[in-house]
């Protein structure tokens, strides 16, 4: 018996792989196993020296069993020991999807939009080459008045020009829609002025709101509503002002987002921005679409404006010089997603 | 426009400070763009009188001004300088503009200080020489403690409706309305008409009035001068600045001719066709039906924007004849934008001044005329229409429901307006000098402005509608193609149109009739040029990694378009787990194939070529049959027209109208299969001309096929081989070894039938 531990203990020393340990169990236990034919030899034995054989033969072979499950154990702690050695360069980057960008003018008229859908407005669209009826004269601004000196307009035609505003897009649902009607127009205007503040294209959201109760308080609080979900919780002031298609009319500030309303160069020392004009609709307006007995607000932005406030981006050139450096930077900013 | 603070405060009662006051009138609508404060622009300048003057070298004069505890040497250049004028001086070892003021050496002379100009205290633009101060002026004083410089200087936006505050009174009223105060206002004494001279009125000029005199010319006074200035108006001499003082003071622009100058009478008419005159401005126009103030003869002014050169006053000027007069704006307008001439008197005149004014700024004229130029009224003819105020009803619950707002009576007496209550409800009466005002709507903004916007309310509107949330596909094709690893551009939409008619030249540009420069005169009909020129900018930045797409309008003569533009070049992004790997013709046709991905739409590429590209390695795109757009290689010729000569190939580009896909796949789930799903490799050869598509939808036709993708191709000659793995399945059963190779048969004899097939090597 003790020969056959020590062979045993010999050979395990020698075992490394579980195929070899495999192999060295059926010598042992296996079909012709040393300790299998020992028990073979057990029935030739007279019942006395049987039994008492048996028992130390079952002890053997129990001590046998143990031995080599124990290093099968062995086996598999070194291996696992083994693997858990093994290193990785833990800070090599991650294998990441190659991300483009968006641009940040896109990216603050989904993020505008999506305040205004959540607030009921649907969304229009209309052509950039518009009539000079729809741009201007609809919208009580007839040749000649003074107020086409605030934006000077490239002309296509006689009748057709860029539009300097998205409000051709209202004059055209009015036309074709019946009040009530909530939407906002997003799109690109073009004004005849180029210079270090001015770009002679840039990009307008406008809203409408037309219904037979509609109040100028409720131009207030939709502006305030949405003023304060893009910037954050912010002062809001409107002031007295002048277009030809609403009356009353406002410019909207906010409080200074550089500054916080201690005066800074950006707000020019007054502690407010100017970000958004609003107003009623003119009734001329009302009447030259054909509503009857209907009221409206109105209000347009400009998006570059909000996009450089936002980002704190400074040159409004940079918005169009598509510099990658410069795109780049927005691959991870918020596309908004849907309801706010 | 720009108000003097004092001048103001000559008009109204103001109690509180300048800041607060620009505050309330920015928040009246009146938007104060600049507070300039003068007092504190003086510094440490004091006044001084010039003593003596003696020329030292070119242009150079060398003075010794008295300046109180001591006399100073000071150079100047301004030879109009006189001795005993007085001015104001900076000397050496005080401060200005926060510098210290150092001596300085011209022509081996020191210079202890020196002369003040406006422009150098910021109340002028531009100054041609030192400001002459008051001879009662002590000498040796601060300037910052003489009241003329304790004065502020507002830079007032005025929209265009607010034509009445145009003037030093008008901006009084306001102030006026806000605080309650009375306005004071002259009394001028009325001078009688006689008749000798003929004034002939137009329809557009319904009242005139013109007074002839005999005047002294000279220099303003310090006081008027000053405030011309801070006005923004350079004084010139006596006649001219009293003219400005009243514009600017009351609103009426008015004009003096030299009587002795002109004939007999004065005409208001339309200009006679190609009539000529030359302006004080020293141009000729060519008038064309505008209005013209004539004097029986000629032309002597274009009514409302400029007199005559003719019939300047000059120094020798004795009689003059003073214009006081109401034009139509939109006549005074049309002139001024045509002859792309405006002045501060077409200004006011085309915003439409109070027509109900020329006869009290005429007296207002000759009391300063009097005082100021020795004036002697010899005759006045006053062609007058006073136009009636207008009357407007209206009903306090109806704005009150316009604006949200619970305005009790009261208030609305409170506007400047006179209000009656009459049986058919409230009447307010407006003043002449208010054209802006005209309806309900008007008085509503003029109660919340004079309350303040900040009084409002703010409710939300309870609208109901059915809004179709019309989902922006653009927002879909945006997001993916940055999940792609392209970044998005903006571009501006007109661009070069002898560029673009190089590229494509059958097409018919679209032009602009007034563009900024040369190379942005024309509408894209492609968003090529935009990308191209990005692709540009940035390789000569120094990145070499580019992929951009641009979704934009496009535009033809009578129609616009939205599209998609993708360009792609150089290498993509280098990461430590890949290897070096340029972009490729691929790379754009998968761009392209992972929008049409997103769509219910029904693509077909054909080998067609198109304009801007290479004619083997490019495609077009059709939807449903319809033509979309085009991908490719850029064509060789194109490097030349732009500034990437030093590249030779490699830039791909696709663009497609995306007004086609408008509506979302939608499809029904696919049962999972419920036996297992085997793979085989099929290894077949074709002709290179067969299109792999066809092959590939081929296989996936046979309903036991799973799925398909081509894994392996290389040329063989004229020849290709193609690797496709095929997923096989069975609904009802497992399929055995025979089963698959029969599949596999099956398959490939379509194939050999259908594209000539062979099996590789075999």
Redesign the interface.
């Known amino acids: 018996m003790h020969e056959i531990l020590e062979k045993l203990d010999e050979k395990l020393k020698k075992t490394i792989t579980q195929e070899d340990l495999k192999q060295l169990k059926s010598f042992f236990l296996g079909k012709n196993g040393i300790v299998t034919n020992l028990f073979r030899e057990l029935s030739k034995l007279p019942q006395e020296e049987r039994i008492e054989k048996g028992k130390i033969f079952n002890e053997l072979k129990h001590l046998v069993t143990e031995k080599i499950e124990n290093k099968l154990e062995d086996i598999k702690n070194a291996k696992k020991n083994q693997e858990l050695e093994q290193e990785l360069d833990l800070f ?2 991650g ?1 990441s ?7 940040p ?2 990216l603050v008229i ?1 993020e505008i939009s999506d305040i205004f ?1 959540s ?5 229009e669209d209309g ?3 518009e009539l000079d009826l729809y741009n201007f004269e609809l919208l009580n601004v007839p040749k ?1 008045h ?2 086409r ?2 934006q000077d307009t ?4 006689e009748n057709r020009l ?1 539009r300097t505003q998205t409000s051709g897009v209202q004059v055209r649902t009015m036309l074709k829609k019946q009040p ?4 906002i127009a997003p799109g ?1 205007v ?1 004004r ?1 002025d ?1 210079d270090l503040t001015h770009s ?2 840039f990009h307008q959201i406008e809203g409408l ?1 037309v ?1 037979k ?6 131009l ?3 502006l ?2 949405f003023l304060n979900k893009f910037f954050g919780k912010t002062k809001v ?6 277009f ?1 298609f609403t ?5 909207v500030d906010i409080g200074c987002v550089i500054c916080g309303g201690k005066g800074c160069r950006v707000c ?1 020392y007054t502690g407010y921005l100017e970000v958004l004009g609003c107003g ?1 609709v ?2 001329n307006v009302l009447k030259n679409v054909g509503y009857e007995n209907f ?1 409206g607000f109105a209000f347009g932005l400009g998006v570059e404006r909000f996009a450089m406030l936002k980002y704190g981006i400074d040159n409004i050139r940079l ?7 410069f ?2 930077q927005f ?1 991870n900013s918020f ?1 908004s997603k849907g309801l706010v | 426009m720009k108000v003097s603070y004092n001048w103001l405060k000559e008009f109204v009662d103001i109690d509180v400070n300048a800041y607060d006051l620009a505050d309330k009138l920015t928040l009246s609508g009146l938007e104060v763009e600049s507070v300039f404060d003068i007092q504190k622009a003086c510094f440490d300048s004091v006044v001084g009188k010039i003593l003596s003057k003696e020329p030292i070298c070119s242009n150079l004069y060398l003075l010794i001004v008295d300046a109180g505890k001591k006399q100073s040497s000071i150079v100047t250049s301004d030879n109009s300088l006189k001795i005993g004028d007085k001015v104001g001086i900076v000397l050496a070892g005080s401060y200005f503009n926060n510098n210290l003021v150092k001596e300085k050496k011209f022509c081996n002379v020191v210079s202890e200080g020196f002369l003040l100009s406006a422009s150098e205290i910021g109340i002028e633009e531009s100054s041609n020489s030192v400001l002459l101060l008051d001879d009662e002026f002590v000498v040796g004083s601060y300037l910052r403690d003489i009241d003329a410089f304790r004065d502020y200087i507002f830079d007032i936006s005025i929209t265009p409706n607010r034509a009445d505050c145009l003037s030093i009174l008008g901006i009084a009223r306001e102030v006026s309305i806000y605080y309650n105060k009375p306005i004071k206002l002259k009394e001028c004494k009325v001078i009688k008409e006689d008749n000798n001279f003929s004034v002939t009125l137009d329809n557009d000029c319904p009242s005139y009035i013109a007074s002839i005199m005999n005047v002294k010319l000279g220099q303003s006074c310090f006081d008027m001068r000053l405030k011309l200035i801070k006005s923004g108006v350079r004084p010139i001499n006596n006649i001219v600045d009293i003219t400005n003082y009243c514009m600017i003071a009351l609103g009426q622009p008015m004009h003096a001719f030299d009587k002795d100058k002109i004939g007999t009478e004065i005409v208001v008419r339309n200009s006679y066709q190609k009539e000529r005159i030359v302006a004080l401005n020293d141009l000729e126009y060519e008038l064309d039906k505008d209005l013209v103030i004539s004097d029986g003869v000629k032309a002597i002014a274009i009514a409302g924007i400029m007199g005559g050169k003719h019939s300047q006053i000059d120094e020798n000027t004795k009689h003059i004849l003073l214009e006081s007069a109401y034009f139509a704006p939109e006549r005074i307008r049309k002139t001024s934008r045509r002859l792309k001439l405006s002045t501060e008197s077409s200004y006011r005149f085309e915003r439409g001044i109070d027509p109900n004014l020329n006869e009290y700024a005429t007296y207002y004229a000759i009391e300063l005329l009097q005082q100021y130029a020795n004036a002697n009224v010899v005759g006045i003819t006053k062609n007058i229409n006073k136009k009636n105020p207008k009357r407007i009803e209206f009903d306090i619950d109806e704005i009150n429901n316009f604006l949200g707002s619970n305005y009790n009576k009261s208030k609305f007496y409170e506007l400047g307006f006179d209000v009656e209550e009459t049986p058919v409800g409230l009447i307010a009466t407006i003043p002449t000098h208010r054209i802006d005002i005209e309806s309900m709507e008007d008085l509503a903004e003029e109660i919340a402005r004079i309350e303040g916007y900040d009084k409002l309310p703010s409710t939300i509107p309870r609208i109901k509608l059915n809004v179709n949330t019309n989902i922006n596909t653009k927002d879909h094709i945006r997001e993916v193609l940055k999940l792609s690893g392209l970044s998005e551009v903006i571009n501006y939409s007109f661009v070069d149109g002898e560029l673009l008619s190089k590229l494509n030249k059958n097409k018919s540009l679209l032009y602009l009739k007034n563009p900024l420069t040369k190379e942005q005169n024309c509408m894209r009909n492609t968003l090529f040029l935009g990308l191209i020129d990005n692709l540009v900018f940035n390789l000569n930045h120094n990145i070499k990694s580019i992929a951009m797409f641009e979704m934009g309008r496009i535009f033809d003569l009578n129609q616009e378009y939205d599209a998609l533009g993708i360009i792609m070049h150089g290498f993509k992004p280098l990461n430590w787990y890949t290897q070096k790997n340029n972009f490729d013709f691929y790379d754009i046709k998968g761009a392209f194939e992972s929008i049409f991905g997103l769509f219910d739409c029904n693509i077909e590429f054909r080998m067609e070529e198109s304009y801007l590209l290479h004619p083997k390695k490019s495609l077009t795109i059709y939807n449903d049959g319809r033509y979309v757009g085009f991908i490719g290689e850029i064509h060789p010729d194109i490097y030349d027209l732009f500034d990437i000569k030093f590249l030779k190939s490699n830039i791909f580009y696709g663009e497609i109208l995306i007004d086609s896909f408008n509506k979302f796949k939608s499809f029904y789930f696919k049962p999972l299969p419920k036996f297992p799903i085997v793979v085989r490799d099929l290894n077949i050869v074709v002709e290179k001309s067969e299109n792999v598509n066809y092959i590939k939808n081929t296989i996936s036709s046979f309903d036991f096929v799973y799925n398909v993708n081509l894994i392996d191709r290389y040329d063989l000659g004229s020849k290709k081989s193609l690797n496709f793995r095929i997923e096989l399945y069975s609904l009802d059963k497992t399929l055995t070894d025979a089963d698959i190779e029969q599949l596999i048969n099956e398959i490939f004899s379509k194939l050999s039938t259908r594209f000539r097939a062979t099996i590789r090597g075999g």
């Not at chain 1, 490239?154 to 035609?157: K, L, P, V």
């Not at chain 1, 009356?247 to 410019?251: D, G, H, I, K, N």
Request: proline fraction near 8%; glycine fraction near 4%.
């Open positions: 090599l980057d294998k999807l190659n991300v483009g960008s968006i641009h003018v896109n989904k859908l607030m009921g407005f649907g969304v052509p950039e080459v000649n003074p107020a000196d605030m490239f002309y296509i035609d860029l009530p009607l909530m939407f690109k073009y005849r180029s002679p294209m709101a219904d109760d509609i109040k100028f308080s409720d207030k609080g939709v305030e509503t002031r409107f002031r007295p002002s002048y030809p009356e009353p009319s406002a410019e020019s009623m003119h009734r009221r918005m169009f010089e598509n510099d990658l450096r795109l780049e691959s596309y």
